[in-house]
């Protein structure tokens, strides 16, 4: 149990800190609230309107790809420093790890991800004179009556 007192105490002092600065601001913080002070401050300028759009989801899975590139470095280089005294296991259970990391970022490249450029317009699919809505709802609609 000694051996966890550092942590421990760590924890609490840490715990202590954040208590305490968040009770400090809300006490020490000036109380006036403006106009100025409400708005949206942004890089300097004053933003005149609403955003066109909300973020498309592309930016939170680039982010996701560098997330799972950190946690696959963050393991590799532990591995790498002992990889010798883990033999096959240590080969296999990093196999395992790399073929996660691969199928997740497959996931994210068939999500889009990477794709920046302009959205491709879809073209319409020519629609042939023997087969047009009008006469396959007329069909239907003979078929159904004859029933």
Do not use: H
């Not at 800190?17 to 006036?32: D, E, R, T, W, Y």
């Not at 946690?71 to 883990?86: D, G, K, S, T």
């Amino acid at each position: 149990m000694a051996d966890y007192l550092p942590i421990f105490t760590l924890l609490v002092l840490a715990g202590l800190f954040a208590g305490l600065s968040f009770f400090a601001s809300g006490l020490l913080a000036p109380k006036k609230p403006t106009s100025a002070k409400s708005a949206p401050y942004e890089c300097g300028i004053v933003p005149n309107r609403e955003p066109a759009e909300r973020f498309p989801v592309r930016f939170y899975l680039v982010a996701m790809i560098f997330i799972i590139f950190d946690i696959e470095i963050i393991f590799l280089y532990p591995w790498a420093v002992i990889f010798r005294r883990l033999e096959l296991f240590g080969l296999i259970e990093m196999t395992v790890f790399a073929v996660a990391v691969f199928v997740s970022f497959m996931y994210l490249i068939s999500r889009g991800a990477l794709d920046w450029g302009p959205v491709a317009q879809s073209r319409p699919t020519p629609v042939t004179s023997e087969r047009t809505s009008e006469s396959t709802i007329r069909r239907i609609g003979r078929d159904s009556a004859a029933a």
